[in-house]
């Protein structure tokens, strides 16, 4: 039985982003089979180079990149001559998807602002990745995950304790969860435009993602006016749904969600059955009126085994819990392996083989062996110019620009 023909198969994608959000969406879209063509500036993709510009050597493999690039094609155009515009109209009239992170003031000084590029091309679907959207009185502020999705969508300021700093945040977790908001939004319009042939304008924001994935807690704020801080783990008012430390400095999350029916099981855990007739905790409420002092009884006896000890005794409880585990310890965990987790990247001419994250989904059925390499800067160029239609001499005249 032959390979299967990946889901987006036959779906063409012109891309024009830069770091993570914009190109996370293509990449996933590229994991997925479609034809991803990359169109970056003479200098390229600032990603390409994010070790040299934090200090290190250029010359090191950059998985970063290599997590939301791997499988497209890379055209190099300098879309301030007028033969780069040429090219990108080419590219334009043959793609199925327009996708976009460059600021809407920027877009529209090289008429690519989604507005315009519909007008041009009613049928094709024009997605939009930004900071802050395409309306408003700050449209055009730059944006990035840890502005616009963490600091100004409430997310780091209340994940802590009133009385602390905002929490700091990792690069790109906001972009990602923006590029897979962007997917589904592209196919979406792509469904539809098969029942009406016409296109639409996509757009997805930092900002609204933010918003959005914090939206249950946003919710409470508008309903009442008003919502409880996030409490500091040792005076945390959900003692089963809490972070410990074990004997050997590990960490690990109880999950007693439901608690009338999670309680026993962690005290049998922890053998403390006793604690269950103590007026403090003998129901949800003294629980919670007490929970500093649950808390602190649950810290001295978790502190006495190993994490080790504790999952086979939650195991054998049936208590739900999960290791906080590290880096070092994901990318060696089983069971993410297990779902498919990992994928290996081909090599390609500017990296060797890699071990990379896997896009979050799976096609029962196809392993995404499809994946293709990290692309060069440019390589495929004059390939991608030609399927477009361009002639030897338009393609020089393009490639002349750029040098």
């Not at 780069?84 to 600021?103: C, Q």
């Not at 507005?115 to 055009?140: M, N, W």
């Not at 590290?326 to 090599?347: C, N, T």
Request: proline residues 6%; negative net charge.
């Amino acid at each position: 039985m032959g390979s299967p023909v990946p889901v987006l198969n036959g779906l063409k994608v012109v891309e024009m982003t830069v770091w993570v959000a914009g190109p996370s969406a293509g990449g996933i879209m590229a994991d997925w089979g479609a034809d991803v063509v990359k169109v970056e500036p003479p200098v390229g993709d600032p990603q390409r180079n994010l070790f040299k510009a934090i200090g290190y050597k250029e010359d090191m493999p950059n998985p970063a990149f290599a997590l939301d690039n791997r499988g497209k094609r890379s055209v190099v155009l300098d879309l301030r001559s007028d033969e780069g515009k040429a090219a990108m109209e080419k590219l334009l009239e043959g793609a199925d998807i327009f996708l976009s992170n460059m600021r809407p003031s920027a877009l529209e000084r090289l008429n690519l602002h989604p507005s315009q590029v519909h007008e041009r091309f009613p049928k094709l679907i024009v997605a939009t990745v930004s900071g802050y959207g395409l309306d408003g009185p700050e449209a055009g502020r730059p944006g990035y995950d840890i502005g616009a999705f963490w600091a100004r969508g409430g997310i780091a300021r209340h994940l802590v304790p009133r009385d602390a700093a905002p929490v700091g945040v990792r690069a790109g977790l906001g972009d990602h969860v923006t590029g897979i908001s962007t997917v589904s939004g592209i196919l979406g319009a792509v469904f539809e435009r098969g029942r009406t042939g016409k296109g639409r304008i996509v757009e997805t924001s930092l900002l609204r993602a933010g918003a959005y994935t914090i939206g249950g807690d946003i919710g409470i704020q508008l309903q009442f006016g008003r919502i409880e801080s996030t409490k500091a783990r040792d005076k945390n008012p959900l003692a089963l749904v809490n972070c410990y430390e074990a004997g050997d400095g590990k960490w690990f999350w109880l999950i007693g969600l439901e608690a009338e029916r999670h309680f026993p099981g962690v005290l049998r855990a922890l053998g403390r059955e006793e604690l269950a007739e103590d007026e403090r905790f003998k129901d949800a409420k003294s629980r919670k009126r007490h929970s500093e002092d649950l808390v602190a009884e649950f810290d001295r006896g978790f502190k006495t085994q190993p994490r080790e000890y504790w999952a086979k005794r939650f195991d054998a409880e049936d208590v739900w819990w999960a290791p906080a585990q590290s880096l070092a310890e994901v990318v060696e965990d089983e069971q993410l392996h297990a779902a498919g987790g990992f994928i290996e990247i081909p090599a390609g001419e500017v990296e060797e083989k890699m071990t990379a994250v896997a896009s979050p989904v799976t096609f029962r059925g196809d392993p995404l062996t499809h994946t293709g390499p990290i692309p060069a800067l440019g390589e495929h160029t004059a390939e991608v110019l030609s399927e477009a239609g361009m002639s030897q001499e338009e393609i020089e005249k393009v490639a002349l620009e750029e040098n």
